[in-house]
T-cell receptor, first 113, second 114 residues
Framework: LAKTTQPISMDSYEGQEVNITCSHN???????ITWYQQFPSQGPRFIIQ???TKVTNEVASLFIPADRKSSTLSLPRVSLSDTAVYYC??????????????FGKGTHLIIQP | NAGVTQTPKFRVLKTGQSMTLLCAQD?????MYWYRQDPGMGLRLIHY???????AKGEVPDGYNVSRLKKQNFLLGLESAAPSQTSVYFC?????????????FGSGTRLTVV
């Protein structure tokens, strides 16, 4: 998996849009970008995945610039329940290399009233 | 909609005791994984399985053993528990091995070794 760098923590307020950026300078041609969310005392939960440009689902949007060396997870109008740790992972779909996802420390997002 | 179920949810062991953590999935996934999560450390892969009857070592396998006798179950064993194994353990499963497939995690087992 490509090495990723993301902020250790972020703060925001209810109703705001939150953007978490992940840097992945060594991303390979066949790598996907995937974000997971982990609430306290729960396992991580897949929230969004993309390869290029923009992907949107009911939870979040993922913006990927043309060079793919970074990506931004966007959470619209956050609420207190969005307080969680967010992990950015980058890896390929070819099946080679180390097995199992490698999670870094993630970004601890704290939403305040 | 059970997904991945882990038992037990909590356990306290004395040093030297043994125990088995059970992970069960009902999604017919081929791949299953055991992770441990320690404060400030993210998740680290202990062992994984790419199919029934197969197991392989991950990043931190020492002190643990696993078995995958049935496709839906993946067991993690601690033969002689040590305080360093105090952690939260997560099981996950996936249809495919790589990042292109979403991984489904269980809710975790909080283990304390005293």
């Amino acid at each position: 998996l490509a090495k990723t760098t993301q902020p250790i923590s972020m703060d925001s307020y209810e109703g705001q849009e939150v953007n978490i950026t992940c840097s992945h300078n060594n991303i390979a041609t066949n790598d996907y970008i995937t974000w997971y969310q982990q609430f306290p005392s729960q396992g991580p939960r897949f929230i969004i995945q993309g390869y290029k440009t923009k992907v949107t689902n009911e939870v979040a949007s993922l913006f990927i610039p043309a060079d793919r060396k970074s990506s931004t997870l966007s959470l619209p109008r956050v609420s207190l329940s969005d307080t969680a740790v967010y992990y950015c992972l980058v890896g390929g779909n070819s099946g080679g290399g180390a097995d199992g996802l490698t999670f870094g420390k993630g970004t601890h997002l704290i939403i305040q009233p | 909609n059970a997904g991945v179920t882990q038992t037990p949810k909590f356990r306290v062991l004395k040093t030297g005791q043994s125990m088995t953590l059970l992970c069960a999935q009902d999604m017919n996934h081929e791949y299953m994984y055991w992770y441990r999560q320690d404060p400030g450390m993210g998740l680290r892969l202990i062992h994984y399985s790419v199919g029934e009857g197969t197991t392989a070592k991950g990043e931190v396998p020492d002190g643990y053993n696993v078995s995958r006798l049935k496709k839906q179950n993946f067991l993690l064993g601690l033969e002689s528990a040590a305080p360093s194994q105090t952690s939260v353990y997560f099981c996950a499963s996936s249809y495919g091995r790589t990042l292109a497939y979403g991984y489904t995690f269980g809710s975790g087992t909080r283990l304390t070794v005293v």
